[in-house]
């Protein structure tokens, strides 16, 4: 199951890239911020960052985004009270910008929830390559995505790599770490330091 999900996400992988997209990303986790800040900067989009609700707000009324990706749980102020902060704001360019929620919350009708709560989707954690290109695609104007030849699945050394690593640690599940992290051994390597 692991493998499969690996190579569907290499196959998903920078076939566009989007160089005018802003997104702003909110997330307390650090960790969780670089592998998504990574997983976005995939397809070239610029990325901002906040670790708290407070923080959040602070930056969406400084500048215009095209989504927002809202973490759930947060200390203090959590995402849905940010949002409910944010569309009560006053000339706020972002007023109606999409706001994906990111939980771990994998419960059944937990999209339903969040779409009550006035989020325009989700996004479970761990986040997938090819769960966070489908938001891409389905929330990102066209006109802002530009297709591209390249493709991370030709990158020859990778296979080579992930099986050094299968035999050098061959407890762990190489092939869906590097699935959440859409496929980038870069990306994959700032996981593995942060949590270590």
């Known amino acids: 199951l692991h493998d499969g999900q690996g190579k569907n996400d290499a196959a998903c992988m920078e076939k566009f890239v989007a160089r005018d997209a802003h997104v702003l990303v909110v997330d307390d986790n650090r960790?969780?911020?670089?592998?998504i800040e990574g997983l976005l900067a995939s397809y070239r989009i610029k990325v901002t960052i906040?670790?708290?609700g407070q923080?959040?707000?602070?930056?969406?009324?400084?500048?215009?985004?095209?989504?927002?990706?809202?973490?759930?749980?947060?200390?203090?102020?959590?995402?849905?009270?940010?949002?409910q902060c944010l569309r009560e704001l006053e000339d706020c360019l972002n007023i109606h910008t999409p706001v994906i929620a990111l939980t771990a919350n994998a419960?059944?009708?937990v999209r339903e929830m969040y779409l009550q709560a006035g989020f325009a989707d989700y996004l479970s954690k761990p986040v997938e390559g090819i769960a966070l290109e489908s938001m891409i695609i389905k929330y990102l104007p066209k006109e802002k995505r530009h297709l591209t030849g390249e493709d991370n699945a030709?990158?020859?050394?990778?296979?080579?790599?992930?099986?050094?690593?299968?035999?050098?640690?061959?407890?762990?599940?190489?092939?869906?770490?590097?699935?959440?992290?859409?496929?980038?051994e870069d990306i994959y390597r700032i996981a593995m330091e942060s949590y270590c």
Do not use: W
Request: glycine share 8%.
């Open 55 to 83: 923080e959040a707000l602070e930056k969406i009324v400084s500048a215009d985004y095209d989504f927002v990706f809202m973490d759930h749980m947060m200390p203090e102020m959590d995402g849905v009270e940010t949002l």
């Open 154 to 184: 030709e990158n020859k050394g990778e296979l080579t790599m992930i099986e050094k690593l299968k035999q050098l640690i061959p407890e762990m599940d190489i092939l869906a770490g590097m699935g959440y992290c859409g496929n980038d």
């Open 107 to 109: 419960i059944m009708g």
């Open 31 to 35: 960790m969780n911020i670089r592998v």
């Open 50 to 52: 906040a670790t708290s």
